[in-house]
């Protein structure tokens, strides 16, 4: 498709964000919205999700941006019209030291202040909801019944088939190569768009697309790998989304087998695409411990993906004149994609947004005179 020479909108990415805002912007009305994305759709950071969505977080932006998204997600098939295989199977962080019980209390609290259903659990009932957990070491768990998994492709299609539906444009194969946003001028490797406002979406790659319109975005790329099992015949009855909080174990139903993965403390920033199973002693660790049953269950091949990572493991949301990003969601922008979507909009309309996200701004990393951060999140 050849590229158009004026857009009212660009967006710079195609992952669950990047087409979330597209088809937001579309759907409200905002003509000529041009999607560019240098690769295909997704296939940046979203479809190397491990796809789970939930509102269980510390802090009110975030607990707000998921519970929205949730209530999208559960809509998605009527609007904007596509099945994405959600399983509400909840979500269950298993606890396992005084300070960390403690800490899921005071979130919990505020989870039900915000009307997500979430609760502290003991370690029997935990045990109940996830057979396969072993609970040497455990004294809680926080769960919300509400939560769970979805595949994060078919999000990504969805909202691309919704945005064209809505007439936006939406482009694969296209990588911008330079911004001039004075002129209003998006330079793309297949010819220049004079556009009137410029969102960036771009994920992991989102500082290079920053310092093209000298808005400093602090996001730094930071691999995060996947394992999948055999099929697991004996595997019966519903397989929470369950988290192992103080080793960031995890797994979740996948097809007749499971999905698992955690973080891995040693892995260096930067852009490692390729799987490898340099974190396997470690991940084996882990399972010992809180899932000696799938010690040796059989393996197959995992992936690699991009976690965006900001320096406080927050997003950047805002927009300076007529740039604005979305980014750095430190593993949680798939699960957030639709309510962003929805402030991105609001954002660009001058109205005020779905969500508060004014601490999000860039601006909170800015330095005055003495080096200590203007503002930060609270």
């Not at 396997?280 to 393996?299: K, M, N």
Request: aromatic content about 8%.
């Amino acid at each position: 498709m050849t590229v158009p020479s004026t857009a009212e909108v660009v967006v710079i990415g195609g992952g669950a964000i990047g087409v979330s805002i597209a088809f937001h912007l579309a759907e409200a009305g905002v003509r000529d919205v041009v999607l560019v994305e240098r690769d295909g759709l997704g296939g940046g950071s979203t479809c190397r999700a491990a796809g789970g969505v939930r509102a269980q977080f510390s802090d009110r932006i975030n607990i707000e941006l998921g519970a929205r998204s949730l209530r999208a997600f559960a809509g998605f098939g009527q609007r904007p019209g596509q099945e994405i295989d959600l399983h509400r199977v909840g979500y269950l962080f298993l606890l396992s030291t005084p300070g960390d019980v403690a800490a899921f209390e005071r979130d919990v609290a505020l989870q039900n202040e915000l009307g997500v259903t979430s609760r502290m659990i003991d370690v029997a009932e935990a045990k109940r909801l996830s057979p396969l957990i072993a609970t040497d070491g455990l004294l809680a768990a926080a769960w919300s019944p509400d939560d769970g998994h979805c595949t994060p492709e078919s999000v990504v299609l969805g909202y691309a088939r919704g945005a064209r539906g809505h007439g936006a444009t939406v482009l694969t194969g296209i990588a911008v190569t330079g911004l001039d946003l004075a002129a209003g001028t998006v330079r793309t490797s297949r010819g220049d768009i004079t556009a009137g406002a410029v969102v960036c979406a771009a994920g992991a790659w989102s500082a290079a697309i920053g310092k093209m319109a000298g808005v400093p975005l602090p996001v730094t790329p930071l691999r995060r790998q996947i394992i999948f099992t055999e099929p697991l015949p004996a595997l019966t009855g519903v397989v929470p989304f369950t988290i192992d909080f103080t080793s960031t174990f995890y797994f979740h139903r996948e097809g007749p087998g499971l999905l698992m993965g955690m973080s891995d403390p040693e892995q260096e920033p930067g852009f490692h695409l390729d799987y490898s199973d340099d974190w396997l002693p470690r991940f084996a660790a882990a399972v010992g411990v809180r899932a000696p049953q799938l010690a040796e269950v059989g393996l197959r091949n995992g992936w690699a993906g991009l976690y965006e990572v900001t320096p406080d493991h927050n997003a950047l949301i805002g927009r300076q004149d007529n740039f604005l990003y979305a980014t750095g969601f430190s593993g949680h922008g798939f699960l957030q994609a639709p309510a962003v979507g929805e402030v991105i909009r609001d954002l660009y309309l001058d109205r005020a947004p779905v969500v508060d996200v004014g601490p999000l701004t860039a601006a909170r990393f800015l330095t005055d005179a003495t080096g200590r951060p203007e503002s930060h999140i609270v």
